[in-house]
Every structure is written in structure tokens, then in C-alpha cells.
């Protein structure tokens, strides 16, 4: 199956997922969440292919305590032992934010100016490119969003004690400043 796509390549059939249906109740997992860290659900739900890619779901922030999560993904299987994409969806919304950068908040950089440097550039044109990417600065400047500082177990983020950049409004990997 290609990287990064969710439909199966020509001759290629979605795997099948029935034998995910037998979770556990209570896997082994020491000093880790079930949600992140459970190869059920993360085969489960990568297997589905409601996402385009393999990295969103790890991504995604959670909105309800991690053990609640896991009973919700429990009762799910329950009630649909071989769940469709639409079932994995609707847990996925209910137990996540799905909003880009939920983990992250603004950060304003403590030596970024309103006035971009000129650099001693005389032309107007260029000066104006010099100007946007300065301002991309304020952009792109992110910090760790409080409730994952309070409780990183709802996010893959590892919180950073300072502010960093993301390289992209669409890419979320991050460089510590």
C-alpha cells in the first residue's frame, strides 16, 4: 500500500481489521496511556484510512481524560466488533479535537519588532518581500498550549518549556528556540 493514502493502490485490498475486535480489557502498559499507546486502536484506526495520512491521528490532542477515551474505544467495540470508518470517525471526534494546532498557543518572540530590518536593501519591491517574511515570524511563533503543560498525557506533544516555530501553517513538527 503507498505511503501517505488512504484508498489502496489498484489490485490492492483495505486490510482487514476483524481481528482487532479482541482487545483486551486491561492491556500491560507501564507508564503509558492506552490511547497512544495501544496497538489496537492505532491499527485500528490507521487501518480504517479516515485520515489522509499516518501522522494525523498521533497528532490529534485529546478532549476527555485518556482513561475515559479508552472506555468509549471499549464500548465502541462492543457495540460494533468490527467497526466501519464512520464508527472509528465518530469516536475520533468525540474523544479528540481535530482542529490543526489545538496543541499549540501564540507566542509573541521577545525580540521580534513591529519594523522589519531593511538589511540596507534600497529596493521597494524587495523590501516588501523582506517585510512579509518578517512578519511570517509572528505566525509561525508557537508555545505549548497550557493544558498539555498540565497534563502531557493528552497529547504526543511533548510540552517545551520555551517558544518555537513550526515550519508551516499545514506542518506541525517543531524546532525549540
Keep these: 500500500m503507498a505511503d501517505y493514502n488512504d484508498e489502496p493502490g489498484p489490485g490492492e485490498a483495505r486490510p482487514n481489521v476483524a481481528y482487532l ?9 507501564p507508564d503509558q496511556k492506552l490511547v497512544f499507546g495501544s496497538d489496537a486502536i492505532m491499527d485500528l484506526v490507521q487501518q480504517s484510512g479516515i485520515f489522509l495520512d499516518s501522522k ?6 485529546l478532549k476527555i481524560d485518556p482513561e475515559e477515551a479508552e472506555e468509549q474505544f ?19 471526534s468525540k474523544c479528540f479535537f481535530l ?6 498557543k501564540e ?18 519591491a524587495l523590501n516588501h518581500v523582506l517585510k512579509e517574511v518578517h512578519n511570517m515570524w509572528k505566525v509561525l511563533s508557537k508555545t505549548t ?13 511533548l510540552p ?16 525549540s528556540l
Design 21 to 29: 475486535q479482541d482487545v483486551p480489557e486491561k492491556p500491560s502498559l
Design 56 to 61: 494525523r491521528f498521533v497528532d490529534l490532542k
Design 74 to 92: 471499549r464500548l465502541l467495540l462492543s457495540e460494533a466488533p468490527n467497526p466501519t470508518p464512520k464508527h472509528l470517525k465518530d469516536w475520533v
Design 99 to 104: 482542529e490543526a494546532n489545538s496543541e499549540f
Design 107 to 124: 507566542w509573541d518572540p521577545e525580540d521580534w519588532t513591529e519594523e522589519a530590518p531593511t538589511f540596507g536593501v534600497k529596493n521597494v
Design 145 to 157: 498550549a497550557g493544558d498539555i503543560v498540565k497534563d502531557p498525557a493528552i497529547s504526543t506533544l
Design 160 to 175: 517545551m518549556p520555551n517558544g518555537f516555530l513550526i515550519p508551516g501553517k499545514k506542518i506541525f513538527q517543531v524546532r
